[in-house]
Nanobody
């Protein structure tokens, strides 16, 4: 079956950086949109970023624009999220997502596969 497995979460001080990875197995997503969502405690899950298979189309939430960068290695069936200048409000569980489609979108229901999530905690 399809699995998305995130790694790289942890505790970091404000201003620091983390790099999340998401390895997909069970099928290849080299031609599909992939991305990241996050959910902070008591808050609805929200879109963070998504990218097309080539990286030619990429979207970011306004709250992370200029600080986060999504990238992917299609040969490894892996997507990454580089997070710089982290803020306490970035604290959340981060979820990797993949779509059966090719166009990256920002809605929860636009993605068919979800990882189990990885916790990112930013201390002030």
């Amino acid at each position: 079956q399809v699995q998305l497995v995130e790694s790289g979460g942890g505790l970091v001080q404000a201003g620091g950086s983390l790099r999340l990875s998401c390895a997909a197995s069970g099928r290849t997503f080299s031609r599909n949109a992939m991305g990241w969502f996050r959910q902070a405690s008591g808050i609805e899950r929200e879109f963070v970023t998504a990218t097309s298979w080539s990286g030619g189309i990429t979207y970011y939430a306004d709250s992370v624009k200029g600080r986060f960068t999504i990238s992917r290695d299609n040969a490894k069936n892996t997507v990454y999220l580089q997070m710089n200048s982290l803020k306490p409000e970035d604290t959340a569980v981060y979820y990797c997502v993949a779509s059966k489609g090719v166009v990256p979108r920002t809605g929860l229901y636009d993605y068919d596969y979800w990882g189990q999530g990885t916790q990112v905690t930013v201390s002030s």
